[in-house]
């Protein structure tokens, strides 16, 4: 099987009910590298590129609200990259179906994950689909940089703006 990336964000409710070390257990079974990792304070514009395949849908706002963390009073979430042989299917397997009610109950949406009172899927984490739904999504969360492998072509760009540094 052909080594690819999958993305894996530990959504706002995985880390308020403080489930990460958990999490990362589960997926270690599936024998993937992790080749990035970082918190990450989500801005709308983010959520918004993230779930563009949701946009029409009448809980597109709730999904937007709940993955920058306004409903768990914690704006950040958990994003890493695995990779290795079928890393979207692996760890989809270990996070269960989208709907936390219908999800393997050992899974890890099926063990933690609620639908709310206001209709929203709570479920713990996201991963992505396939491999072209992790390209693009890998894309929007990291910077080639910021991953230990070279997943995908890049082209050298020369930046001059301003940016914070260590004093
Ligand atoms: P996925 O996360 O399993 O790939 P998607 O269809 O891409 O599922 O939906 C993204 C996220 O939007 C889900 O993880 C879930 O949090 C939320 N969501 C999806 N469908 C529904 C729904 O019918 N009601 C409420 N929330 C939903
Ligand atoms: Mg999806």
Redesign the pocket.
């Known amino acids: 099987m052909e080594s690819q990336a999958t993305l894996i964000l530990i959504k706002p409710d995985g880390l308020k009910k403080s489930l990460t070390g958990n999490i990362l257990t589960r997926l270690s079974e599936t024998k993937l590298e992790i080749v990035a990792a970082k918190m990450v304070r989500v801005s709308r514009e983010l959520a918004a590129e993230h779930?563009q395949?949701?946009k029409d849908?009448p809980?597109f706002e709730d999904?937007l609200r709940?993955l920058m963390g306004e409903f768990h009073d914690r704006r950040k979430v958990m994003a890493l990259v695995y990779w290795g042989p079928g890393a979207c299917a692996k760890c989809r397997a270990l996070a269960g179906a989208?709907?936390p009610e219908e999800a393997d109950s050992v899974s890890i949406r099926g063990s933690y994950g609620r639908i709310t009172t206001r209709?929203?899927?709570?479920?713990v984490i996201?991963?992505s689909?396939h491999a072209e739904d992790a390209e693009r999504e890998i894309k929007l969360w990291f910077e080639p940089d910021e991953v230990i492998v070279d997943l995908y072509p890049t082209k050298n760009v020369v930046e001059s703006r301003e940016k914070r540094a260590w004093l």
Do not use: D
């Open positions: 779930y395949h949701l849908k809980f999904v709940y989208t709907n209709g929203v899927y709570e479920n996201h991963v689909a």
